[in-house]
C-alpha cells in the first residue's frame, strides 16, 4: 500500500464521508473512490460499508486503521527526531565577499523560520570554490553555477545578477564606458589556478569569444583582492559578478558593464554526505522565497 493510500484510507476512516476526505486532501471524490476500491481488491476483504446515507468502517477496516495509525505515528515521530536533531545547528555559509549582505532577506526568514539555529559567513575564494566544504570548514557554499561535482549537491538558486568587467581606470574600454565578451580576446584575464574547476571557471571566465577567438590567461591569483591588484596594475581584466562592483570602489579599477554576458546564478551547495534537516530548512527556505535579484 502506497504512502497516499495511506492518507486516504486513514483519513476517510476518520471522517466518513467522500466528499468530505476528498475536500480535506485536495483531490476528487473519485480518487479516493479508485484508491479505497484498489485496496480492498488487493486484501481481498472490504474495509468501508457503503450505503447511499453513511459510510462505516467493517470490523478489518478498523483493525487496519489501529494497525496503520501505529504506524504513522512512529514515522511522524521519527521525523520529528530528526528535525529536533537539526535544531539550534549554525551553518557555516561559504559567499564571496560581500554577498552575504544581499542575503539578508534569506537569512531573516531561515532566523525567524527556524528558533535555534543560525548562520554563520566565511569567505570563499574563486580560486578555491569546494575545498571548504570538503573538508567541513563550511556546511553550505552560495557559488555561480554551473556546479557539475559529484560529491555535492546543488540546491536552489538564491542569487542573480549581471555581470561587469574589472578594468585599470586607464585602460582604453573607459572611454567607451562597456565592454564585450568579445574585448576579452584583446586582453589577459586572471589564471585562477588548477583548484578550481575548468568548466566552472569557464562559465564565468570564457576560454573564446562568441567569435571563436581563444581568452589568453595571465597572471595567477587566488584571491579576491589579488585579482584586484592585477586588475589596477593593468596586467589583467577579470569578469565579475555586478555584486562586486556594488561593495568595492577601489582606486584604479573602473568595473564596466557587460551587457552581452548572461545573468549569473549563484546556488546553495553542499557536501552530499553532510545533508542534515537545517540545510534542508535553509534550502527550503530558500526555494519558498526564489532567487534574489541583485
Excluded at 457503503?50 to 489501529?66: C, I, N, Q
Excluded at 515521530?77 to 565577499?97: D, E, N, S
Excluded at 570548514?137 to 540546491?155: F, K, Q
Amino acid at each position: 500500500m502506497e504512502l497516499r493510500d495511506i492518507e486516504i484510507f486513514l483519513t476517510l476512516a476518520e471522517e466518513l464521508h467522500f466528499g468530505r476526505t476528498a475536500e480535506r486532501l485536495r483531490v476528487s471524490q473519485a480518487r479516493v473512490s479508485q484508491a479505497i476500491s484498489r485496496q480492498e481488491r488487493r486484501l481481498g476483504v472490504a474495509l468501508f460499508d457503503r450505503t447511499s446515507r453513511r459510510v462505516t468502517l467493517t470490523p478489518v477496516g478498523r483493525r487496519l486503521r489501529e494497525d496503520l495509525q501505529q504506524a504513522v505515528d512512529l514515522l511522524q515521530a521519527g521525523l520529528a527526531r530528526a528535525r529536533a536533531a537539526g535544531a539550534g545547528q549554525t551553518l557555516r555559509l561559504g559567499v564571496f565577499g560581500h554577498a552575504g549582505h544581499e542575503l539578508r532577506p534569506l537569512v531573516d526568514e531561515f532566523r525567524t523560520r527556524n528558533p535555534g539555529s543560525d548562520i554563520q559567513f566565511g569567505e570563499i575564494n574563486g580560486s578555491d570554490p569546494f575545498t571548504a566544504l570538503r573538508t567541513g570548514e563550511h556546511d553550505v557554499h552560495v557559488v555561480w553555477l554551473p556546479v557539475a561535482e559529484p560529491d555535492l549537491t546543488v540546491g536552489p538558486t538564491v542569487l542573480t545578477g549581471a555581470r561587469v568587467l574589472a578594468v585599470a581606470a586607464d585602460h582604453p574600454l573607459v572611454a567607451r564606458g562597456s565592454a564585450s565578451l568579445e574585448d576579452l580576446a584583446d586582453n589577459r584575464v586572471v589564471d585562477l589556478g588548477p583548484d578550481a574547476p575548468g568548466y566552472w571557471v569557464a562559465s564565468m571566465i570564457p576560454l573564446h569569444t562568441p567569435l571563436g577567438r581563444r581568452v589568453p590567461r595571465g597572471p595567477r591569483a587566488r584571491t579576491f583582492h589579488e585579482v584586484l591588484s592585477l586588475v589596477a596594475s593593468g596586467e589583467c581584466v577579470q569578469p565579475l559578478g555586478e555584486v562586486a562592483a556594488r561593495y568595492n570602489n577601489p582606486p584604479g579599477i573602473v568595473f564596466l558593464p557587460l551587457p552581452d554576458a548572461p545573468a549569473l546564478q549563484w546556488a546553495l551547495t553542499w557536501r552530499s554526505s553532510s545533508d542534515n534537516p537545517t540545510i534542508h530548512a535553509l534550502a527550503e527556505t530558500a526555494a519558498d522565497i526564489g532567487p534574489i535579484v541583485l
